[in-house]
């Protein structure tokens, strides 16, 4: 086994979700992440932990959802049980093939993520983590050999985490107390929003391995403007170019897709909640420099700005402020590398991907 490996499992078990002696642990991979299951039930075993396996198999999952085309699905009572009495859950992604869902359609999509709602939100109850295993299906994805992507994701993946949340930190102190963001790139995207007495979390590799961003939650109906993803997204097998959204109280009341448009419109079609955003996060990991057609990494990237629409993490919404709550919750990147600023309560923090503490910000 790749030492590697091992160190990945450590930093899941001690510092992602800092198990203990008698916690009952879930986890979730796919067959080709065997060897991280093995390093994590070695892991778990020696600080006296509970683990049960789950092979994530994203072929026996489209199989399910194209012989049930007609959206009628139930919540399956038996994995919310099993969430209700899990303390610590570790999710990994890879497979052979990332577009093993390309041909399940986004109606179904939609209605498969309403009926499991109820267990995502239980299992964001837990002490959780989502990794990444770099499989060849990915290093293939991002256009790069299988011991490149290897690299790339360990390299990231066993970053100083201590010095990565004191270097966002100083970001969280910007956020927090502010009330009003703007973000401006290029001649498409203007929007602002009130994110007035929301908390700014520093994820710093806990909830997400790797981490390398701040983030909070707009107040659901302040968000106005418009904005142009300029970075891909890839969605379900399915990539989406160009997506451009426009903001009136904070719904979302038009919406383009250079490709795959429909596929966005599934998105937003799933519920209410899917036409509102529950997250701006703000990358700032720059020892991740590829973009790689992986959310998990390419939202941290540094000299961006990632919006979600859906869901808003409940860490992320002050007392006095409504949740926005939807089955989804897509994440989707502005490049702020040029022509672009960031405006906190009038106050230019960014511009074009320099922070206002860093050297070289004019």
């Given at each position: ?6 160190t ?5 078990v ?23 299951a ?8 020696d ?66 993520r ?15 983590c989502?990794?990444?295993f770099?499989?060849?299906g ?8 299988s ?5 790339f ?41 009130s994110?007035?007495?929301n ?33 891909p ?101 502005v ?5 672009s ?22």
């Amino acid at each position: 086994m790749d030492p590697r490996i091992r160190t990945h499992a450590e930093i899941i078990v001690d510092h992602s979700t800092r198990i203990e002696s008698g916690d009952d642990v879930v986890v979730s991979m796919p067959a080709v992440a065997e060897d991280l299951a093995v390093a994590l039930h070695e892991a778990l075993g020696d600080r006296g932990a509970n683990p049960i396996y789950l092979n994530n198999s994203e072929r026996a999952s489209r199989a399910y959802l194209r012989a049930s085309d007609d959206g009628d699905f139930e919540t399956p009572a038996h994995q919310l049980a099993l969430y209700e009495e899990t303390d610590a859950a570790i999710i990994a992604r890879g497979g052979p093939n990332v577009s093993e869902q390309s041909d399940v359609t986004p109606e179904t999509n939609a209605a498969y993520r309403r009926a499991m709602r109820p267990v995502l939100d239980e299992r964001l109850g837990t002490r959780w983590c989502l990794t990444q295993f770099p499989s060849a299906g990915h290093a293939q994805l991002a256009g790069m050999s299988s011991e490149a992507y290897e690299n790339f994701v360990w390299d990231a993946v066993t970053l100083d985490w201590d010095e990565q949340r004191e270097h966002q930190a100083r970001m969280v102190d910007i956020l927090d107390g502010a009330d009003e963001v703007r973000i401006k790139s290029g001649d498409e995207t203007d929007v602002t929003m009130s994110v007035a007495g929301n908390p700014t979390l520093n994820d710093y590799g806990e909830h997400n391995l790797p981490g390398g961003e701040v983030f909070t939650a707009p107040v659901a109906e302040s968000v106005e403007g418009d904005v142009h993803f300029d970075m891909p997204l890839y969605r379900k097998g399915k990539e989406i170019e160009d997506a451009r959204l426009r903001f009136e109280n904070g719904r979302v009341v038009g919406h383009s897709a250079d490709r795959n448009e429909e596929v966005l419109t599934g998105i937003l079609d799933t519920d209410e909640g899917a036409r509102y955003l529950g997250e701006l996060g703000i990358g700032m990991n720059r020892s991740i420099d590829q973009f790689t057609y992986n959310m998990l990494f390419d939202e941290k990237m540094g000299d961006t700005v990632h919006m979600a629409v859906g869901n808003a993490y409940a860490d992320t919404v002050g007392e006095e402020n409504e949740r926005n709550e939807s089955a989804e919750h897509v994440d989707m990147i502005v490049d702020m590398s040029e022509d672009s600023v960031i405006e906190v309560d009038g106050e230019v923090v960014q511009r074009n991907g320099t922070f206002v503490f860093e050297e070289g910000f004019e």
